[in-house]
């Protein structure tokens, strides 16, 4: 059975028009998640959702624990999530108000847990195709019939923050043909094929960071300021993708089943203490 999760960044604390089912205080060996996952329900389907930054934004992108969330939802039957985001533009066309359905990444990111393996178990799974083309699609899908400005495809560089860019960096990050900035979904997307989740980002542009010569450069009132603008929009395209995602799942998903060949060490010597600490990432493989 498949169940959506949503986590929901700068901006995007709930979500109005579901009916709330009940809320889960979850604990994982990582610690506990950004905040209570809340359950909803909409046309006999539960949907999960969890506020990366927490319920009243106090934590920052370094601090967030990416490990606890993405083990939480795996607790709870996560089987994909779509990650709504706040981002910076590095191209003229991207605008802010526009969306934008990553397909890769560039981690900048430097002070974060980035797996759940590599104590007592090590794994080395691919990230050639980060992002889910099946819940890209269920996304555009959704966007196409709200008549909603967006792009197919995308290149999100991931910075470690919390500052936002020096001007030479964002040159440097335009150079490298980087289409969007932010601070977030590394590791979240790394974390998430590890633990064999579909993933997908849909990001909200906001700004055009500090490289634009004919636009004031980036200040947290004009973020808040267009993802007011933008909140309902992005509220409408997940109730819409609710509906019919599982219309699009694709059975050659590169997080299906990525452990398979993933794994490096064999799993008969492994103490019982590291399978206890990666049993819900492990569920599956150490049936």
């Given amino acids: 059975m498949n169940k959506l999760a949503i986590i929901g960044g700068s901006g995007l604390y709930k979500i109005d028009g ?11 060996p990582w610690g506990k998640p950004s905040d209570k996952i809340n359950v909803f329900k909409l046309d006999d389907k539960e949907i999960l959702f969890l506020p990366r930054h927490g319920l009243n934004h106090t934590i920052s992108p370094t601090h967030i624990n990416y490990r606890a969330n993405v083990d939480a939802l795996k607790q709870l039957g996560a089987t ?4 709504v985001s706040a981002v910076g533009s590095l191209k003229d066309n991207m605008k802010p108000g526009d969306f934008v359905l990553v397909d890769q990444f560039i981690d900048r990111t430097f002070a974060r847990n ?15 195709k980060p992002t889910s083309e099946g819940l890209a699609d ?5 966007l196409k019939e709200l008549n909603m400005e967006y792009h197919r495809g995308g290149t999100y560089l991931v ?12 040159n440097m990050y335009k150079l490298w043909n980087a289409d969007i900035i932010g601070m977030t979904n590394m590791p979240e997307a790394k974390l998430a094929r590890e633990a064999e989740i579909r993933y997908m980002t849909v990001a909200m542009v ?3 960071d500090c490289w634009h010569p004919n636009h004031e450069h980036v200040e947290v009132q004009m973020i808040i300021d267009t993802l007011n603008k933008n909140a309902d ?6 109730k819409s993708v609710i509906k019919n995602f599982e219309n699009f799942i694709k059975e050659d998903d590169p997080a299906n089943n990525c452990l398979d060949t993933a794994i490096i060490t064999d799993l008969k010597k492994v103490d019982n203490e590291s399978k206890k600490k990666l049993k819900n990432i492990l569920n599956r493989v150490l049936k």
Avoid at 18 to 28: A, C, G, R, V, Y
Avoid at 163 to 168: I, K, N, P, V, Y
Wanted: glycine share 6%; with cysteine; proline share 2%.
């Fill in 159 to 170: 910075m470690e923050g919390p500052q936002f860019s020096t001007l030479a960096e964002s």
């Fill in 18 to 28: 579901l009916e709330k089912i009940s809320e889960k205080d979850i604990s994982t």
């Fill in 206 to 208: 906001t700004d055009y």
């Fill in 138 to 142: 269920a996304c555009e899908s959704s």
């Fill in 233 to 238: 929009n992005a509220k409408n395209m997940i």
């Fill in 114 to 128: 980035k797996s759940f393996f590599g104590d007592g178990i090590v794994a080395h799974v691919s990230m050639a």
């Fill in 80 to 83: 994909d999530i779509i990650s």
